[in-house]
């Protein structure tokens, strides 16, 4: 194996920059997850509806709520599974720009894994900045076991 000193000047220069870039991005995300976690606010929206059943709404509502609560802080998941997995598809050019923004601004845009498997996606299917958990439903049951969380969604029973 060979040590430091035997690289030549340029891979070393490219190996402190890559590991500079890297720690930079590691602290960028670290204090990204520190304001989510200390967010006032939480919501996670469920999208379990064929396009467009409620597409557009949730996104003007995840906007608008990054808008009103941005002093306090506002955490925001978006779980996507059954029909509304087809949100976080790399075919669906329609929502991409404004899905990667919401992803930039810290959005969480969840696919259900047990979706995916019912339906053949697999990862390389989902657009990059897509997270993955292993069950939908079970990622909103853990979101409202852990504490107060607002919960919306397009296809949502009225309570009212």
Excluded: Y
């Excluded at 035997?6 to 490219?14: A, C, F, G, I, T």
């Excluded at 960028?28 to 997850?33: C, D, V």
């Excluded at 329609?94 to 696919?111: H, I, M, P, Q, Y």
């Excluded at 019912?118 to 990862?123: D, F, G, W």
């Amino acid at each position: 194996m060979k040590n430091e000193k035997d690289l030549p000047r340029r891979n070393r220069r490219s190996f402190l920059a890559a590991g500079a870039a890297i720690e930079g991005t590691l602290a960028a995300t670290g204090a990204k997850a520190q304001a989510l976690a200390s967010a006032q606010h939480k919501v996670v929206f469920e999208l379990n509806a064929p396009v467009p059943s409620g597409w557009d709404q949730i996104g003007h509502n995840v906007d608008n709520l990054g808008q009103i609560f941005a002093a306090d802080g506002v955490q925001v998941e978006m779980v996507c599974f059954g029909r509304g997995l087809a949100m976080l598809l790399k075919k669906n050019t329609e929502f991409a720009e404004r899905l990667k923004t919401a992803s930039d601004k810290g959005v969480t845009l969840a696919a259900c894994q047990n979706s995916m498997w019912a339906m053949r996606v697999t990862t390389e299917d989902l657009f990059p900045f897509a997270a993955q958990v292993g069950s939908g439903v079970a990622e909103l049951v853990r979101k409202q076991e852990a504490g107060p969380i607002s919960r919306a969604g397009s296809d949502l029973p009225r309570t009212n």
